[in-house]
C-alpha cells in the first residue's frame, strides 16, 4: 500500500491517483475539477469528482440509518444510474476493496454503518458519491499525454475531505498552488 504524505505530480494515470482538469475547461461540471479515479483499464476510466456536494445527504438519497446517513452526498459526474458509492481508509473493513496501491477503499457500507454506530469509525471516515466521471478506453492517457489532465498522488485527508461550503475549486487551486 502507498500512502501520499504530500501532493505529488505524476507522469501518468493509474488506480488510486487523482487527475485535475486543464484550467479552462469548459464543461461546466468538469471545469477546476479533482478526480479520483477508481478504475483505469481496457474497459476505460471511471472516477469521482471530490468536490461536487449535493444538497442532500446519504440518509435522504439513498435510506442510510445512523449517524453515518448524515453524511453529504457528492456528485461523483455526470454518468451512471442510480448507484452510490462510498471511498474510505479503512483498511479491515469487510466487504471494502482496496483501489490500486492508494491505501483508499471503495465498498463496505453495511460495516461501516455498524462501526460508526458502536463509535469504532467516525462518519467523516467515510465519502458518499452518486454517478461518475468516465474516460473511454485511452482516452484519459491521450489527455495525459497532451497535457490536458494532471495526474496526481494525493493525501488521504485530501482525497476524504468533506468539505460542504459551496467552493469546490478549492481543492484545484490547492493542488495547483506553487509548492
Given amino acids: 500500500m502507498f500512502l501520499a504524505l504530500a501532493i505529488t505530480r505524476l507522469a501518468s494515470v493509474r488506480e488510486g491517483c487523482a487527475v485535475t482538469a486543464p484550467p ?5 461540471f468538469l471545469r477546476k475539477a479533482t478526480v479520483f479515479v477508481i478504475e483505469h483499464g481496457d474497459g476505460g476510466t471511471v472516477g469521482v ?11 435522504e438519497a ?3 440509518q445512523g449517524a453515518i446517513g448524515e453524511n453529504t452526498l457528492y456528485e461523483g459526474g455526470e454518468a ?8 474510505h481508509a479503512v483498511q479491515d473493513l469487510e466487504g471494502a476493496k482496496q483501489i490500486g496501491d492508494s491505501g483508499i477503499f471503495v465498498g ?14 467516525h462518519p467523516s471516515d467515510f465519502k ?6 468516465k474516460w473511454p478506453k485511452g482516452q484519459l492517457d ?5 497535457g490536458r489532465w ?7 485527508d485530501l482525497i476524504l475531505h468533506q468539505d460542504d461550503d459551496g467552493r469546490p475549486t478549492d481543492l484545484w487551486n490547492k493542488i495547483h498552488r506553487p509548492q
Avoid at 494532471?150 to 488521504?156: G, K, N, S, Y
Fill in 142 to 146: 491521450q489527455d495525459v499525454q497532451s
Fill in 150 to 156: 494532471t495526474p496526481f498522488d494525493l493525501p488521504h
Fill in 108 to 121: 463496505g457500507l453495511k460495516a461501516a454503518v455498524e462501526r460508526v454506530a458502536i463509535g469504532r469509525n
Fill in 128 to 133: 458518499f458519491f452518486f454517478n461518475y466521471v
Fill in 49 to 59: 469528482n471530490l468536490m461536487k456536494p449535493t444538497m442532500l445527504t446519504i440518509g
Fill in 80 to 87: 451512471g444510474g442510480r448507484g452510490v458509492l462510498m471511498i
Fill in 24 to 28: 479552462k475547461e469548459f464543461n461546466h
Fill in 62 to 64: 439513498a435510506g442510510v
